[in-house]
């Protein structure tokens, strides 16, 4: 992720190519901020290029789409700023029939649920990363998407499935706010 530059970048994965690795796909190979570098390796080399970093916001989806400077998008709530602008992101992604991931940051299980039932709505979701939950010391989220095997899933419950959270206290109001 945003390791390379864009020539190195292009000269690499040419050289993978070539030994006949079978690289699924590149993601984020330069700097968030350089779309023309993200570009210029999209369009040199036959590997799929993600952007991940890139794909901030609809605002920075738009143009990277416009530009046609990726072949994919990873979709991450937290990063988009919540499920409604990660929603405007796949829509947009689905009117250039653009391929995306759903990715997570270190979000609890509630995130997660949120981020996989955005994927198992969309079409255009076809590939998923939404393992931060279990990398967690303890899990208090009783309902949500359960693991099961490599398999994530959702629960037939309304809303996300959130029943309780084990052990949750409520915090008094520090003194001076109300």
Not at 38 to 65: N, W
Not at 94 to 104: F, H, K, L, N, W
Not at 173 to 178: I, N, R, S
Request: charged share 25%.
């Amino acid at each position: 992720n945003q390791g390379w530059g864009a020539k190195e970048a292009v000269r690499l994965i040419r050289r993978f190519e070539a030994e006949g690795l079978a690289i699924e796909l590149v993601e984020q190979p330069v700097k968030a901020h350089d779309f023309d570098g993200l570009k210029y390796v999209t369009d040199r080399v036959d590997t799929e290029i993600m952007a991940d970093e890139s794909a901030f916001g609809p605002r920075e989806v738009a143009q990277l789409i416009a530009m046609r400077a990726c072949d994919s998008l990873n979709i991450k709530l937290m990063k988009a700023g919540g499920l409604r602008n990660a929603v405007r992101i796949a829509h947009l992604a689905e009117t250039a029939d653009m391929r995306c991931m759903v990715g997570c940051m270190l979000e609890s299980k509630i995130g997660i649920t949120a981020a996989a039932s955005l994927a198992a709505g969309k079409q255009i979701v076809n590939r998923a990363d939404l393992d931060a939950s279990v990398l967690l010391a303890e899990d208090p989220v009783v309902g949500g998407a359960q693991f099961e095997g490599n398999r994530l899933l959702l629960p037939d419950a309304p809303g996300l499935g959130i029943r309780e959270i084990e052990n949750w206290r409520h915090i008094a109001t520090l003194p001076g706010h109300t």
